[in-house]
């Protein structure tokens, strides 16, 4: 069953990069998720995700966030975040969905 990750920033123009090196991450280890970004009015309309990632210019929604969705919620450091580590960014979604990569 697919796994849908969400990442959410302030307009859901400046993750585009970082979901497209997500994104190749997922296809170069053929995982079975959708990634996608929304911009922060989104974030209130989420339905049938399994885990939220933050953007650090976000990180202030992180606890209003636990409290209104029932999946992890999580913050992209700011070094993933700045330097686009999309592999990175997709491990700290594994950890938060509990999934254990080998």
């Known amino acids: 069953m697919t796994k849908t990750i969400i990442l959410a920033c302030v307009g859901g123009l400046t993750t585009s990069m970082l979901v497209e090196r997500i994104n190749e991450t997922i296809h170069k280890d053929q995982l079975d998720y959708s990634f996608y970004s929304v ?22 929604l992180e606890e209003k966030a636990k409290a209104n969705l029932s999946v ?24 938060l969905m509990g999934v254990s990569h080998e």
């Open 39 to 60: 911009g922060i009015t989104g974030i209130n309309n989420l339905k049938n995700i399994d885990v939220l990632l933050l953007s650090p210019q976000l990180a202030y």
């Open 72 to 95: 992890p919620v999580g913050v992209i450091s700011d070094s993933d975040f700045e330097l686009m580590q999309g592999e990175a960014v997709l491990r700290q979604a594994e950890t």
